[in-house]
């Protein structure tokens, strides 16, 4: 169960606006977290809190392939995204490091800024507790359940080195 404040976004976030091009010269998550989002909204850094959530509306993520931008995302502390669609290889990254990403057009309609949400990722629910409605999105297969549980795919690889 994710639950957090929300930041809301519209539609086209792309990478660059996730994690800007001028600070790819580092892959350390704690030097991108400090710039997460500072082009869109300056107070991200400042305001985000560990489990708070993103919100968008249609193709969060697109824009490059880079892997930086869902790390970033998680490194700051966000808990999860949601949004109406996500950019494919963002949503793929997003898995790959662990980043849980639920997709509901009526979630995404039914949240502002500054609601508080929880999410249950293995249910596929998304309670808005500010207003106490109730929303749907798509669950993960388990394959990608167990990948989001592991921290993400190193991690998955991690435990199953140890455990052989």
């Known amino acids: 169960m994710l639950k957090g404040k929300v930041f809301k976004y519209g539609d086209n976030v792309d990478t660059d606006a996730i994690i ?3 600070y790819l010269n580092t892959s350390d ?3 991108l977290a400090k710039h997460t989002m500072e082009d869109i909204d300056l107070d991200f850094v400042k305001k985000v809190k560990p489990g708070d959530i993103i919100v968008a509306t249609t193709n969060f993520g697109c824009g490059s392939s880079r892997e930086h931008a869902p790390l970033a995302i998680k490194t700051s502390g966000i808990s999860c995204v949601i949004a109406k ?3 494919r290889i963002f949503f793929r990254n997003a898995i790959n490091i662990g ?5 509901s057009q009526e979630a995404v309609d039914g949240i ?4 508080t949400v929880e999410g249950d990722l293995a249910k596929g629910t998304i309670l808005n507790v500010t207003t106490g409605k109730k ?3 798509k669950p993960y297969p ?3 359940s167990t990948l989001i549980k592991a921290g993400g795919l190193i991690e998955y690889t991690k435990e199953k080195v140890k455990t052989k």
Do not use: V
């Open 99 to 103: 980043l849980p990403l639920l997709e």
């Open 135 to 137: 929303f749907t999105a």
């Open 29 to 31: 998550p704690a030097e």
């Open 20 to 22: 800007p091009a001028r």
């Open 142 to 144: 388990p394959f990608m």
């Open 112 to 115: 502002n800024a500054g609601d």
């Open 85 to 87: 669609s996500f950019a």
